[in-house]
């Protein structure tokens, strides 16, 4: 009978381990950063991040958030600069490249963000480089 007590101790034990070992497996991975995701767990939280965002928020505080681009496109337009980030949001083509249709765009305007998705590229291409030009007559 004595022997009893110490089977369910020993059987205590193993779950407790196990259940450790679930916790320290599953905490893992929610310390990942999104540069360590694999690409479909980027691309969910990149999709879910890119919806809690407020124009305004500073390109900095995206990019530790979101980590680095998939894709990047930046240009000076007279004194201000233009940053068009894309992130991995929707599958298309599974060839191994990520394109910009499989991406949402980021438009920041001197470190500020100031428009996402389709109005970001077309605000983007509507910034025109040229600078004025002169206007003697």
């Not at 980027?42 to 890119?50: D, E, F, H």
């Not at 920041?108 to 030009?133: H, N, R």
Request: proline share 3%; net charge negative.
């Amino acid at each position: 009978m004595a022997s009893n007590p110490l089977k369910y101790l020993k059987i205590g034990v193993a779950i407790y381990l196990v259940y450790a070992a679930i916790v320290l497996v599953v905490n893992s991975n929610m310390n990942e950063t999104p540069d360590e995701m694999d690409w479909e767990d980027r691309q969910r939280y990149n999709k879910i991040q890119i919806g809690k965002l407020e124009l305004g928020a500073l390109r900095k505080d995206v990019v530790s958030h979101l980590g680095s681009p998939d894709i990047s496109e930046a240009k000076r337009v007279a004194d201000k600069t233009l940053s068009l980030f894309f992130y991995r949001t929707q599958h298309v083509t599974s060839d191994g490249i990520t394109t910009k249709d499989e991406c949402t765009s980021l438009l920041f305007k001197d470190g500020s963000l100031v428009a996402w998705g389709a109005p970001a590229e077309t605000m983007y291409l509507a910034e025109s480089d040229d600078t004025d030009e002169d206007e003697s007559i």
